[in-house]
């Protein structure tokens, strides 16, 4: 089997709806391979949040719109990856910072690295230069027309450990965002996948 650098997966959990947007893994390997030199697995890896596998990944999505309430097992692997050195991206589909996503998945945070672990980071933060350069997170459709809670969110919020992004954390419904076939980037003026491209870099490079 060939090796490669980076490969895709998506955390599968008990509760809500963890199978979201599933045209975007596509289109964010797509953008990879097109923009990077990584030697790209070009399908994505569904792994169960309560599987040890799941440990060994460098890079986890985890998303949803409904509420979050995870097992003892769900837990003490998140935990265990995000203090390990894992990297997890978490996208709220609702867009929605008081909805039944974010409320309860913030709660699971709480729980693990307590309440004051989530923060805000700064528009400067080195995520946003790591690849491409941006003055922050990228503006998505859904906050643009008015979608959730109607508010264009101008951060994103993380969990850092020793200094490094660990969990990323986003209101902002990235995944709906990149969720089209990426053959039809070609009709974009801008590719809009190019914030995923910065994600997973930075992610990498921890």
């Keep these: 089997m060939r090796p490669v650098d980076f490969y895709f997966t998506r955390l599968m959990y008990e509760s809500g709806d963890w199978d979201v947007d599933i045209r975007m893994p596509s289109n964010v390997l797509n953008s ?22 799941m440990l060994e990944a460098p890079f986890c999505f985890l998303a949803g719109h409904k509420l979050v309430q995870f097992t ?57 230069s790591s ?41 902002k419904d990235y995944g709906c965002e990149w969720d089209y076939d990426f053959r039809n980037k070609r009709w974009l003026v801008i590719d809009n996948t190019r914030f995923a491209v910065n994600i997973i870099q930075y992610a990498l490079g921890a």
């Design 72 to 128: 003892p097992a769900e837990r003490k692997n998140f935990e265990r990856y995000v203090r390990g050195g894992g990297f997890v991206f978490v996208d709220d589909c609702n867009h929605d910072i008081d909805g039944l996503f974010a409320k309860s998945f913030e709660a699971e945070l709480a729980k693990m690295f307590g309440p004051k672990a989530l923060k805000k980071i700064p528009n400067t933060h080195p995520i946003y």
């Design 32 to 53: 990879l391979v097109e923009y990077t030199t990584l030697r790209v697995d070009p399908a994505e890896r569904v792994v169960a949040l309560s599987d040890p596998k």
């Design 131 to 171: 690849f491409f350069k941006f003055d922050g997170p990228p503006n998505t459709g859904n906050e643009l027309n008015g979608w959730g809670d109607d508010l264009v969110h101008d951060y994103l919020k993380a969990i850092e450990i020793n200094g490094r992004i660990r969990v990323l954390y986003s209101n």
